[in-house]
């Protein structure tokens, strides 16, 4: 929903041994849900890398994380964090909606962003130009502008020709338009591209290299059969010739635990190496297993002079000739591999957007250091009736971004009225209750009585992942949490693909009144979430080393 405020993200070890050429390193690199990377490196921003991912629904929405090194990412910024920016965010009803596959571009001192934005009702994405030249202030972001989509389709691409001009290219089949950056004008597209004759060709990149344009998209669509393919031209409007046509890089009809790799972006570090992130997979063939969804990877590239690029396999142990080690990253945002904790009271980022700011308060009188949900008419399943602007949405979350975490917070709740309800949840989709996936054996809802000590205290709930295919629930009375009761188990494929096949798993907490009369707040503290171990092939959990921030 567009309410959401994302809490925090990644969680996520990777390593990166210095000394020899070639370094070490781990994919994922944005572990958890984190669709669709596109990625800058920037030299006059103080030669740091960018990239964004795709964010639906959530708000805030359209991230930005940074990094020196190529392994530790920090988030830098969202471009959408003011909700008059994109009132349309709060209207939708279903999770696959929102903030589709952005590029991110620099050109002369600015950060741009260009995406589009999706409902299904009426359909007709529109696209968004954000634009920056500070990516580590939320508040420096413009915009966005409303550019015209004269191919009505999505995944924007932005790109500065020899000529001074500017283009988008767009999917589906490939499009090429000039755009006015100043005004939002578009002309009138070119299709110049088809693709290799897979489905989908879409997620479009230009570069121009020795003489050639080169067009990277992405085909097979997102799942099992997905690819990245190319082709390139001497003139920015075609013919295009496809590479020998085979996909440069795809997991299609392997038995690579990363799957379902496609939708790439390209880029040249400070030393002049190319790179390439994709988004992938953690299921291996069988595809039944990935809690967390589609993720970004990174792969090293070789492209000679004149010649294709060679992409290497995406595998969880990479190798490459990574920048030195650099956590000097400007901004208070998370990284990617630590312990986040919250403290309420320091939260500002849990505040929800202006117009259900009624249900949440950080740190309201007579409780500090706490969030405040107060309960929503509607639960997480909502219900026909549902307006998400108007009703709200008495829900905070973060990404699962690690196989195996931890994640705790307390909650102070008096309910007086039938049917209040105030709670975690491993979340993936509005779309399936606790009928879950089809197919998918769900554990029945099991209710255990609050034991006399516990009343009027705060009460820990816990939810774990201790192997990547299985969850734990339990409480606890946060004053005594090692006598933790288990509450119930349940399989991580429930919450892999099925009705949420574009988002990943989240944790959060909510409050509800089920459709009640309960107006009842409860009371949230003590936030953890811990990232314990990462699964970088079938069975091979790392764990992710020191975990505090
Ligand atoms: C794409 O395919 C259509 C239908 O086969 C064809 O008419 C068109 O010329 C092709 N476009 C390009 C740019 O190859
Ligand atoms: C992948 O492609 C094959 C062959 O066209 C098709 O049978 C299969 O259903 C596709 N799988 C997915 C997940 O789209
Ligand atoms: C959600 O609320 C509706 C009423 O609005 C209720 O019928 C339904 O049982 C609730 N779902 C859960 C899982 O509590």
Known sequence: MALFKQVALLGLGLFAPSGSHAKAYNNPILPGWNSDPSCTFVKELDATFFCTTSSFLAFPGVPVYASKDLVNWKLASNALTRPEQLPELSFNGQQSEGIWASTVRYHEGVLYLITSYVT??????????????????????????????????????????????????????????EVDLSTGAAKAPIKV????????????????????YYLLIGEGGTETNHTATIARSKSLQGPYEGYDGNPILTAKNTDEYFQTVGHADLFQDASGNWWAVALATRSGPDWEIYPMG?????????????EWPVLDMVRGKMSGPLPERNRNVPGNGHWNRLLSRIKSAEASGLLAPAQVESLFAVSPKGHPNTLRISPSRVNL?????????????????????????AYSVDVLFDPTEPDEEAGITIFLTFRVEASGKLGEEVPK??????????????????????????????????SASK????LGHASASIVSGGSGPFTGTVLGAYTTSNGGNGKTPAFFSRWRYTPLAQEIADGEPIPLGKRNA
């Open 120 to 177: 299904w009702s009426p359909w007709g994405p529109k696209i968004l130009l954000f634009r920056t030249t500070d990516p580590f202030n939320d508040d420096a972001w413009e915009g966005p502008l409303r550019v015209e989509n004269p191919g009505n389709d999505i995944d924007l691409d932005l790109f500065w020709d020899r000529n001074g001009k500017t283009y988008m290219s767009v999917a589906a089949g490939i499009y090429i338009s």
């Open 445 to 478: 809802e099991r209710t255990l009585t609050i034991p006399k000590a516990w009343l009027g205290k705060p009460i820990r709930l816990i939810a774990r992942a201790s192997s990547g295919s299985s969850y734990v629930l339990s409480a606890a009375l946060a």
């Open 294 to 306: 589609r993720e970004s990877v990174l792969v090293p590239v070789k492209w000679e002079k004149g």
């Open 193 to 212: 591209w088809n693709g290799t004759g897979d489905r989908n060709p879409e997620g479009p990149h230009i570069y121009d290299k020795d003489g050639f």
């Open 381 to 405: 399943t909502a219900d026909a009736s549902f307006e998400p602007k108007k009703d709200g949405l008495g829900f905070v979350f973060r990404k699962q971004s690690s196989t195996i975490f």
């Open 483 to 486: 006598e933790e009761k288990v």
